[in-house]
Structures are given as C-alpha cells and as structure tokens.
C-alpha cells in the first residue's frame, strides 16, 4: 500500500521532532476533553424515529391531533375485593391529578375513570345526561362508589380499557411529548407516586416506553462500575503480559486518548450518548488497547534483536504500520457504513464511533513511537528455561478456583447482597462477587499466564500441521452451511415487550404483563379515517365505514378490542330510543346524527371527543388495542389494516396508515431489516477492497476474509439461540462487530509474510508468526473480551447480552486468525506469498520460537 521507504521516514520524522508532535497531540487532547465535558448522557426518542419514513410522516402529521405515542400507564390493583370502595377511588382520583400536574404530559391525553374526558352517558327520566363517571364529585362513601359501578357498568367504552374486566383494578394513561421528557425527573416523581399510593391492600405498577427508557437509564451508573472493573483487569493481564508498569501504562494511555477524541468528538457534533450504546465506546477503547499491545509486543521482540531502542521502533513499526492501517481503515469504515440506516440514533453512533477508530491512528501510530523514544527499553525476558514448582502450581490452581466456585455458589444462593455506593447506586452482587475473587485470580494469571499463552499457543500451531489442517478447512466450509441455519431465523423487532432491554423479573415488565393480563391490550395501533371534507366524520357512509374497519381490526392477530367514535353515536342512538338494544346503531339520516353529536358535545366539555375525531371533523381515528408489540404482531396488524382497504369499495373516507406505539415501531423495524443487511454486505466489501489494497492480492483478500464472514455467522447464530432481538439498539453493536474483527487476520497474515521473507519456508513461517504474533492475537483477544466481557454483571439485560455478544464475536474472529487462516494458507500456498522474494534469516530463531 505504501512504499517501505515513506513509511520509515514517517517514522523518523516522528523521531526527529518528537516534542513538537507530542505538543500538537497534547493539545488536540486537551482541546478534545474539553468538548467531552459537554457531552450528556440522554435518551431522545426523535432519534429512534426514521424520519422519512411515511408511518413517521403520518404521526408527525397527527400527533398534536390525536396525542403521542409514548403512554405510560399506571394501574392501581386492589389484592382484595374489587376497586369499587371509596379508599380505591379516592387514589384513583389522586394519581389521576397527580399525572396532570406533571412536567411534559400531553393535557390532553390522561385517560382514566377519574378524569372528566372519560363520559357516563345514560337516560334518566326521559333525558339523556353525559356526565363525569365519577359525577357528582370523588366518591366518599359506599353509595358514591357503587353509583361509579353503575356508570362504569352502563358504558362499553370503559369497562375492559380503564377498568379490569374482573374489576380489581383501573389504569391511568399518559401520553408525554418526545421533546418534554425529563428522564431523571420522572424516576423520582414516579417512585414517589409508587411509594405514597401502595399500601396493604393496594399494589401500583408502572409500565409504557416513556418509564422502560426511565427504567433503563437507571442503570447508567454501573457503567462506573464496568469501566472501573474493565480498567483493573486489563491492568492485572498487561502486567501479566509484558511484566512491566509501562506494559500497563502505555496501552491504557492509548485507549484513554482515543476514548477522549471519540467522546471530544461527539460532544462537539452536539451528539447525546444513549444508555444503550456505551457498550460500543468501552469496546473502541478496548480495540485502541489492542492495536497498542500489537505495536509493543512487536517492539519489544525487534529490540531484543536488535539492542538499538530507535531502530527497533523504525523495525517494529514499519511493519507494524501497513496492517494497521489496514485495520484501523477497514474498522472506521466498516462503522461508518452503518450510517446508511435512515436512523439518527445510529448515524450519530457511526459518525462518533469511525471517528474514534481513526483516532487509534494518533494514539497508536504516531504517538506510541514518540512515547517509547522517551522510555527505558524493556528489560531482558525471563529465561525460558525457568519453570514454577509443579506442586505449588496445582495449589495454586486449587485455592484460585475454590475460591472461584464458592464465590460463584453464594452469588447464586443469593447470599452475596448488593452494596449501596453514596451518589453512584447500588452495586450489584455479581459484581461485588467479582470484586472478592479477582485478586485471587490476578494473582493466579500473573503467576501462570505466560504458560497459558503459550500453551494457547501450541494448540494454535499444531491445529494447522499435518492432516489437521484439511479438517480445519472441512470444519469451516462446513460452518458456512450450517450457521445460516439459525442466522436465516434472525428475528427483527423485540420478541416480547420489554424483554429486549430488561430481564422478565423487572418491575417493569411485570406491570406491562399486568396491563395485558388485566385490561384489552396495552400497545396502540392508530389507523385515521380521512373524509377530505370538514364534518365528514359525522356523516352516514363515514361512520359505517369506520365502524366496518374497526370490526375487521378486532380479529387482527393479538387485538384486544378497537375504540371509535361509532361506540358513542351508537350508545347515544340506543338512549334516544329508550335504551332498546336494537336501535344501538349509526342512524341513516344526517339530520339525525347532527342531532346526537349535539346532544353530546351540548354536555360534555370541549376536547372530550379529540381522540376520536379533530375539531374540524375531517378526520377520525380507530384505535386498535393489542396484547403485544413484537414484530411480526405488528407487520401482520398493518398488513391486516390495509387488505381491508385494498377491499374498501366506498370513497367516503381513505384510511391512511400508521400511527400509535406500532406505527413508530413497524417504521423502525422496517428501516432495521432493510439497512441491516445491506450494512452488512457494503462492510464485507469494504473489508475486502482494504485487504486487497494492503495485500494487492485477491486471494489473499479471499482468505483473510473467511474468519470475518464465518464470525458474523456465528454471531447471528448466537443471537438466535440466545433469543436477542437485531433492533435499534442492538444494530449498531452487531454491525460494529462485524466490522472491526479483521484485525486479528490483518496482524497475523502480515507477520507470515514478513517471516516467509526472512526464511523462505511457508510452513515455518506460518509457525512461528503464530507462535510470536499469535501470542500477542490471543492476549489482545483476552483485552476486548475483558473489555466488554464486564456488562455480563449488568443488572440490564440488554447490555449483559451485547456484552456477551461482542466478546463471542470477537473470540469467533481470534480463533479464525489463528486456526482458519493458517490451514488456509498452508493448503492452498498463495503465489501471492510464494513469489516473493527471500532476504534470509537464521532458522535456528523460529525452531526456537516456535518450540516456546
């Protein structure tokens, strides 16, 4: 890609005026972390919407009309009895009024038997009256509560939507502006309601996606707790590795300066950090920590050789140089083509996230050759032939893994509490059990971890000699035919209502099955009627042809029942005829309609009737209740939606899709799938033209290639078998994955290479690359699973999942580095490699390399 002599001089330009680019460097940090101080931690539900999509044309175009999309409900659930007492309605009363009173609730879209939108409608004496449900006033005695039975019992509009069909419990609904959420605020105002509201006989829940993000962001504060654990563990295994402090110090500098552009970065783009996405800047850091350990486990064996400090730097990092850039290229535009997804919350996370790929450039290319011209070289290695004392071994092995097991034992059997920590939160047991055993397994690893390495090492090596390579290569062939199998099932959108972020024992999800359990349905799709005419609603055909969709809607897959405004004109129709069911019907006659919605609206306050039509009358809404939001209930709703309007003969009104909770969701879903996999596609052809550059070979690009598709394969499998939902939040990590796992190939590949230039031996030179920079693979491995490995402990699901996904993805593409790509080229013997020509080395260093 470049000429080797530009790349030295490069480096020794870095050399020559190393104070003035380390001054230049220092102050693009500074002016960086100066830009990370304005950076939020935020959730911003504009940012999940595609923009452009027509479902969220629609409910940008309607919101302001029919309310937003983002309920949330509170139900009150009496454990005794039924809620018809005046202690319950009383506290129905108070949450109702306490909802209007807070920060960023639409007025007009609180919803509950104690609010006066809600309308009893019956005859007395001769007369209709339209009157509150709870009319005259709060119900204070016995009487009053069972006159709310009465109303609740004579309408069909609130019994099974606002009221439990078993009548233990009623529910509050708020709907709250995307742009007025105050997540911090709404914790503490509704964790006071909880607290003030239960009591012996009362239980209050709390559910809707305004409190699941609430909820989510409530664990922010672990995030302290990973990045400290993250920090100690790489610590402990650099220490282990390379047996010095600046072992430590010069990675972990590394990954904190391209953590400290990527963040700076953001911050000034005006980008906020969504809670579910930090997974993916402690993973770049990682990545950055990774590409350092390369560059110095390289330095520290050419200084070994060579004993002259600079031009072991110019030696190590003029090889080190063309892979990664490669690397660092491939990794920052495989990230950025994830932007394609029409979806600001993911082009935000692309642009900031490339970006901070790039940066590795400053932290690890040019500023580590600065650093180590600074620093004493390392020391001479351990000699090999030193060997620990087989018994204290197995005692050590012995008391690191009881220690283990029994920490593991308490933590299950609950006796491990979480530790409260002032201004941060709680900390969770797994962690705290993390915490006590650590030392002892730093301990263990400083003491046996070169053994493991090596030993790793060896399997690596004697997996690709002999016969075996042929079944590493079966094995893999036979992989791609195999994963695709559960990869293909992949499901797009959240498989269960809140599963996908929270674990199924969380309050949260406990009051969304409540809602479903209790009540028609707690998801909303939203399909308008749009008559073209001011009035139109009011009219015969209109209100018929509403009342038709609405029936068709209640058989949708999932449909708990459908709320129009045909049910009030009926009731009103059936009470204008001395409550006789028959006449329970939309009156021919426009004089006759007129007559009922005057009768209505001449009683009942202005807006009552917002949610089923505009003030102008020109459009209607159907709202259609639903027991769950996943994807395919939501496809096949909409689907069900518009064959009744592909069979709609009449003109008198155009049904216009979609809007409610499934509109916004079917929008996002539909931009997922479609972008997922076309980010896939461009990222592996992006990877590919990179090796191709670097390599000038297509079969070489070929081979490098195989570990990073076969990765994503299993990646996908994994999140099959594991039940994790490819949706907006998850995209990003999955797609960040796949693009950034190259790496490990592009080290190892190159490093044949340079050693078949030294000794002319494929086979040999395959062995020892993998017994010198495999060793490095295998370490930096460990980093980027010890990097993410840590959201394992996380109290929400969502990040323990992606953690866990990340680091299977990343240990996918090691293996693949490692194992795949060697038997690779040593079956198929690229002339790419084999026409090179031979400089010459001793082979006695690799035997001895490659014999550890």
Not at 140 to 169: C, L, M, W
Request: charged residues 15%; glycine residues 8%; proline residues 5%.
């Amino acid at each position: 890609m470049f000429p080797q002599r530009w790349i030295e001089g490069y480096l020794r330009f870095l050399l020559r005026y190393r104070i003035p680019m380390a001054l230049i460097v220092m102050g693009l940090t500074l002016f960086f972390a100066w830009g990370c101080t304005k950076i939020k931690l935020h959730t911003d539900f504009f940012d999940f919407y595609p923009r452009h999509h027509p479902y969220i044309r629609f409910y940008n175009e309607f919101r302001r009309m029919f309310g937003s999309a983002n309920i949330m409900s509170v139900i009150v659930e009496v454990k005794n009895g039924d809620i018809y007492n005046p202690t319950t309605l009383q506290k129905l009363d108070r949450i109702t009024k306490y909802m209007v009173d807070t920060k960023g609730v639409v007025p007009y879209q609180i919803l509950s038997i104690a609010h006066p939108k809600i309308r009893s409608i019956t005859a007395s004496q001769g007369s209709i009256q339209i009157r509150e449900v709870f009319y005259p006033g709060v119900p204070k005695t016995q009487e009053d509560a069972d006159r709310v039975r009465f109303a609740v019992y004579a309408n069909p509009g609130i019994r099974g939507i606002y009221v439990a069909s078993d009548d233990t419990a009623a529910v509050v609904h708020a709907g709250f502006w995307e742009e007025a959420l105050d997540f911090r605020y709404l914790y503490d105002r509704m964790t006071s309601l909880e607290h003030q509201e239960t009591d012996a006989n009362t239980n209050i829940y709390i559910t809707g996606f305004p409190w699941l993000y609430t909820s989510v962001l409530q664990y922010a504060n672990q995030l302290v707790y990973v990045f400290g654990l993250t920090v100690l563990t790489l610590s402990f295994l650099l220490f282990a590795y390379f047996h010095t402090w600046t072992g430590i110090w010069v990675p972990i500098f590394s990954g904190v300066l391209s953590c400290v552009w990527g963040l700076g970065i953001a911050a000034l783009l005006g980008f906020n950090l969504d809670p579910l996405v930090l997974v993916i800047p402690i993973f770049l850091t990682a990545r950055a920590l990774s590409h350092s350990v390369q560059s110095m486990d390289r330095y520290h064996e050419e200084y070994h050789r060579l004993h002259d400090r600079d031009q072991a730097i110019v030696e190590s990092y003029s090889h080190l140089f063309e892979p990664a850039m490669s690397g660092i290229a491939a990794d920052g535009m495989g990230i950025l083509i994830i932007a394609i997804a029409p979806i600001p919350l993911i082009q935000k996370v692309a642009i900031f996230a490339s970006f901070w790929i790039v940066s590795i450039f400053i932290s690890v290319v040019t500023l580590h050759p600065i650093i180590l011209s600074f620093i004493k070289p390392p020391p001479e290695p351990v000699a090999a032939g030193e060997k620990k004392d087989v018994i204290n071994i197995w005692i050590a092995r012995a008391i690191t893994w009881g220690v283990v097991a029994v920490g593991v034992v308490l933590n299950m059997r609950g006796y491990i509490p979480t530790i409260p920590i002032p201004y941060l939160g709680v900390l969770p047991s797994a962690m705290v059990t993390f915490l006590l055993v650590s030392p002892v397994l730093a301990w263990y690893w400083s003491l046996f971890g070169e053994r493991a390495y090596e030993a790793w090492t060896q399997y690596a090596i004697a997996a690709s000699q002999g016969s075996r390579r042929w079944f590493v290569m079966g094995l893999t062939m036979s992989l791609f035919i195999i994963l695709p199998i559960w990869g293909w099932t992949l499901k797009v959108g959240d498989m269960t209502p809140g599963a996908a972020l929270l674990y199924a024992d969380h309050p949260y999800n406990v009051a969304y099955r409540k809602l479903n359990e209790k009540f028609l349905g707690a998801s909303q799709l939203i399909v308008v009627a749009d008559t073209k005419m001011p009035d139109g609603v009011k009219g015969a055909d209109a209100l018929n042809a509403i009342e038709e969709f609405s029936d068709h809607m209640e058989n949708a897959e999932g449909a708990g029942g459908a709320i129009t405004i045909v049910e009030i004109v009926k009731q009103l129709a059936r009470l204008y005829h001395d409550g006789d069911p028959k006449w329970g019907i939309v009156p021919v006659q426009p004089k006759h309609i007129g007559e009922l919605f005057y009768v209505f609206t001449s009683a009942a306050a202005a807006g009552d009737l917002d949610r089923f039509m505009d003030p102008s009358g020109r459009y209607g809404s159907i709202i259609t209740l639903f027991h769950d939001y996943s994807h395919k209930i939501i496809m096949n709703s909409i689907e069900w939606a518009k064959e009744f309007s592909q069979n709609y003969k009449e003109t008198a009104v155009e049904f216009r899709y979609a809007g409610g909770l499934f509109g916004i969701l079917a929008a996002v879903n539909e931009a997922v799938e479609d972008s997922y996999w076309l980010s896939l596609g461009l990222i592996f052809f992006v990877i590919y033209f990179c090796l191709y550059l670097t390599y000038g070979s297509f079969y070489a690009a070929g081979i490098l290639i195989i570990p990073v598709v076969l990765s994503q394969l299993a990646a996908e499998a994994m999140m099959v078998l594991m039940h994790i939902d490819l949706n907006v939040n998850s995209l990003p990590i999955a797609a960040a994955g796949a693009g950034v796992g190259v790496d490990y190939g592009i080290y190892h590949f190159s490093r044949m290479v340079d050693c078949y230039d030294e000794v002319g031996d494929l086979d040999e030179a395959i062995d020892y690359a993998t017994a010198t920079t495999g060793k490095a693979i295998i370490f930096t491995g460990t980093t980027m699973i010890a990097g993410t490995g840590f959201f394992w402990l996380s109290d929400l699901k969502f990040l323990a999942e992606m953690g866990l996904l990340l680091s299977l993805l990343m240990t996918f593409n090691k293996f693949g580095a490692l194992i795949a790509v060697p038997a690779f080229v040593k079956v198929l013997r690229p002339k790419f490699i084999l026409s090179r020509p031979v400089k010459g080395r001793p082979a006695e260093e690799l035997h001895a390399a490659v014999a550890g």
